[in-house]
């Protein structure tokens, strides 16, 4: 393969991860814990951009429950994020897993 043409394709991939880069921030996935008590939403650029929690599930005298809602909401949002970004990576890759991009 001529050398030229592949760093060309390189740069070309190179340019597509930072416009998917770009377009993730703009992603977002959510998900639940306590059947809905407890959401989180979180960007494809793994930045956690909000998390609600129903009143109902604040019990004063179980306050560990409600840290393990928010914690597996949480986690299963960023396990999405991750998921969406991968997805749209191996798009622009051609499903080859290149390290330290996703």
Known sequence: MNFGKMMKQAQAMQVKMAEMQEQLKDERVEA???????????TGD?????????????????????????TAAVNEALRSAQELASGKMAAITGGVNLPGLT
């Open 32 to 42: 639940s814990a306590g059947g809905g008590m407890v959401r989180a939403v979180v």
């Open 46 to 70: 793994m930045q956690v951009s909000s998390i609600k929690i129903d009143p109902a599930a604040v019990d004063p005298d179980d306050i560990e429950l409600l840290e393990d809602m928010v």
